[in-house]
T-cell receptor
Framework: KQEVTQIPAALSVPEGENLVLNCSFT??????LQWFRQDPGKGLTSLLL?????REQTSGRLNASLDKSSGRSTLYIAASQPGDSATYLC?????????????FGKGTKLSVIP | NAGVTQTPKFQVLKTGQSMTLQCAQD?????MYWYRQDPGMGLRLIYY???????DKGEVPNGYNVSRLNKREFSLRLESAAPSQTSVYFC??????????FGQGTRLTVV
């Protein structure tokens, strides 16, 4: 059974700082690793998806890396802004019974202090 | 371009009442999912449907039933609500292996 862990559970940084969020998974036989953002009381917004054959993906100030062999992914946020404050979730995507299942970590709650 | 639409957004039930949460997607996705999100527990899969006409249990299916009415719609039913089912429920859809899309959630309270 796939298990996904995110460390730290919460993080508070001053505006402008670069930061790294960590995600680890127990079963390396994944198809993809996806990072989401969730604002309070809202749904999930997809940020980046890394296919199993890729090492990293970039979107603006966000960069996500994937190391399947070690079961780890990181989300790097450059020059953080107060608007980045949210909970960040990673999800490992694997196959099962003809469908694709997402197993989520519990998230990292990020606060960027102006 | 509605994406994934869930109704209702909020609901309060009394213990023992029943209700159905509705989910519809307009992206022609094959796979649809129901998750619940609880503090400290993260998102847990309740049921999923790989394609129209098929449904399968996820991690926490007890107390729930689902129906994949057609390719667009996937409903979640609570036959006899319990306080332990107080949660935020999310529906998601997926096409093949690219990114998943989530609805805005249904906040359910069972008193």
């Amino acid at each position: 059974k796939q298990e996904v862990t995110q460390i730290p559970a919460a993080l508070s940084v001053p505006e402008g700082e670069n930061l790294v969020l960590n995600c680890s998974f127990t079963d390396s036989a994944i198809y993809n690793l996806q990072w989401f953002r969730q604002d309070p009381g809202k749904g999930l917004t997809s940020l980046l998806l890394i296919q199993s054959s890729q090492r990293e993906q970039t979107s603006g100030r966000l960069n996500a890396s994937l190391d399947k062999s070690s079961g780890r992914s990181t989300l790097y946020i450059a020059a953080s802004q107060p608007g980045d404050s949210a909970t960040y979730l990673c999800a490992a995507q694997s196959s099962g019974a003809g469908s694709y299942q997402l197993t989520f970590g519990k998230g990292t709650k990020l606060s960027v202090i102006p | 371009n509605a994406g994934v639409t869930q109704t209702p957004k909020f609901q309060v039930l009394k213990t023992g009442q029943s209700m159905t949460l509705q989910c519809a997607q307009d992206m022609n996705h094959n796979s649809m999912y129901w998750y619940r999100q609880d503090p400290g527990m993260g998102l847990r899969l309740i049921y999923y449907s790989a394609s129209e006409g098929t449904t399968d249990k996820g991690e926490v299916p007890n107390g729930y039933n689902v129906s994949r009415l057609n390719k667009r719609e996937f409903s979640l039913r609570l036959e006899s609500a319990a306080p332990s089912q107080t949660s935020v429920y999310f529906c998601a859809s997926l096409y093949g292996w690219p990114e998943a899309f989530f609805g805005q959630g249904t906040r359910l309270t069972v008193v």
